[in-house]
């Protein structure tokens, strides 16, 4: 059985606390980093889409190529010098690109030859020209051309595409379990594995696992917005000095990514937590944990090694600092969100 437990939240709405906790259990074990291998651009959600959804050739080929050139990236060691990779196949005993080419010719119904100019857009200057040359030069019809250009052609049926889906990631975690020499019987958990926007997203992720409950957190947007600017890349606000206009764009993010979370809030399969609760009421918030996720406390063997929430504490209520135009702009979003903001309930 696929039995996981995907955690995660808003964007710095604190979700590593839940992640931080289950590290603390055993035999509960936590994959090593994001598993962005669904919600990717060019992951499973689009391969499903194109496979099941297009009905057409190229996008298929192209979904087929795209998902083969992510999981690459993905299964590539990361070290100081590489380039930038995941390391999913070392933190998998060398399963992953394995499992993903196994998973791609159990899906792929044959190949076929195939010249199209998509292809040549996605080619360099050089290339794009030696493909000019051989076409005038050496053939008249690159299809032709035994080789040359292979294209796949996939239309599985609904069935065939998750039963494969669920096999390869089975043999992702199997692979990460014995890489770590994990018991069986261990639950594994997954950050940042699904968006947690809206139920159409925890639906969908959840057909690719046999059992899927999903933690989601969520956190004060004044404290989120406090330390928005102070943060080398922007995360997400308008490019401007102006603060004020920072805040405007932060409170049509911050509420267009919740519009739907009522919905998920009332998912059986969905516990929802605030980031302040978790770390005041720290004790109530691992009852909550322990029940939710069927893991019994006498597990929870390094409690408090890897999440303190006495440090945590210093994270809540930053906003209250605010002065001059940041002081403006955080009474902006008091009176634009003030549903979202923390109350102590």
Not at 50 to 76: C, G, Q
Not at 132 to 157: D, V, Y
Not at 286 to 302: A, G, R
Request: glycine share 4%.
């Amino acid at each position: 059985m696929l039995n996981v437990i995907s955690h995660g939240g808003y964007y710095s709405t604190g979700g590593s606390i839940v992640r931080d906790v289950y590290k603390e259990f055993e035999p509960v074990f936590e994959f090593p980093s994001e598993f962005r291998l669904l919600k990717e651009r060019f992951g499973l959600f689009d391969l499903e889409y194109a496979l099941l959804k297009t009905h057409s050739p190229e996008i298929v080929d192209l979904a087929i190529r795209d998902f083969l050139w992510l999981t690459s990236n993905f299964a590539r060691n990361a070290t100081k010098f590489s380039k930038v990779g995941m390391s999913y196949d070392k933190k998998t005993n060398g399963v992953f690109m394995t499992a993903t080419e196994e998973f791609i010719e159990e899906l792929v119904d044959y190949k076929y030859p195939m010249d199209w100019h998509f292809y040549e857009f996605k080619k360099n200057y050089f290339m794009q020209m030696k493909s000019k040359i051989e076409k005038k030069f050496f053939t008249k019809n690159i299809r032709t051309r035994e080789g040359k250009i292979s294209a796949s052609l996939s239309f599985p049926t609904q069935e065939k595409y998750f039963e494969a889906s669920k096999k390869y990631l089975n043999k992702i975690i199997e692979g990460f379990r014995n890489f770590n020499n994990l018991d069986k019987s261990s639950i594994i958990t997954i950050h940042n594995a699904i968006p947690p926007f809206s139920t159409k997203y925890l639906d969908q992720g959840s057909r690719y696992f046999d059992q899927c409950k999903f933690v989601i957190v969520d956190r004060d947007p004044r404290d989120i917005f406090f330390n928005y600017p102070k943060d080398s890349y922007g995360r997400y606000l308008p490019i401007t000095d102006d603060i004020y206009e920072k805040a405007k764009g932060f409170i049509h993010f911050y509420k267009s990514i919740r519009k739907h979370q009522e919905d998920v809030k009332l998912k059986s399969n969905v516990l929802f937590l605030r980031f302040e609760d978790c770390v005041i009421n720290y004790d109530n918030y691992l009852k909550q944990l322990y029940s939710f996720s069927n893991i019994n406390s006498e597990l929870h063997k390094y409690k408090g090694t890897i999440f303190k929430p006495e440090l945590s504490l210093e994270n809540i209520g930053m906003w209250k600092n605010s002065r001059g135009n940041m002081l403006k702009a955080i009474n902006l979003i008091e009176r634009e969100i003030p549903d979202y903001l923390y109350n102590g309930n």
